[in-house]
């Protein structure tokens, strides 16, 4: 079956709270959690998880879908890629375009009104969970 990265946005203050929420509405393939902390906003962390693809029905609140370079952890949506091309590419998005992802080691990709968010990150921890019987 094929996984999904998901990703979670949550302030400090209910990171707990959102980790429960993610355990409790998903299976999570792998069993972890990916906590990771916002190192441009101390406030924001970052849940990431796979789940099975067909089982994705609803996503929670403040929540997208990801893909991830394994070799650089660098996480980043479609559009985000796209915008990102775009950017350094003279504005032309070329779908075979190689980007160098050493240049964005340790960074989420997201967008905004602005074009291209780059998020640089860290894992703060992994919460292993049990399967669920």
């Not at 980790?19 to 441009?40: R, T």
């Not at 990801?66 to 998005?93: F, Q």
């Not at 160098?100 to 009104?113: D, F, G, Q, R």
């Amino acid at each position: 079956m094929k996984t999904q990265l998901l990703c979670t946005f949550t302030p400090a203050n209910k990171l707990r709270l959102t980790v429960n929420n993610i355990i409790d509405n998903h299976d999570i393939v792998y069993d972890k959690v990916f906590v990771l902390a916002n190192l441009d906003d101390r406030r924001e962390y970052m849940c990431t998880y796979n789940v099975y693809k067909d089982e994705v029905k609803g996503l929670m609140d403040f929540t997208i879908s990801l893909h991830r370079k394994k070799e650089t952890n660098t996480l980043y949506t479609i559009n985000a890629l796209n915008e990102l091309i775009k950017l350094i590419n003279n504005g032309v998005l070329d779908t075979s375009y190689q980007v160098n992802w050493e240049n964005y080691s340790n960074t989420m990709l997201t967008t905004n009104e602005d074009g291209v968010k780059k998020i640089p990150t860290k894992i703060k921890e992994v919460v292993y969970i049990k399967t669920k019987v």
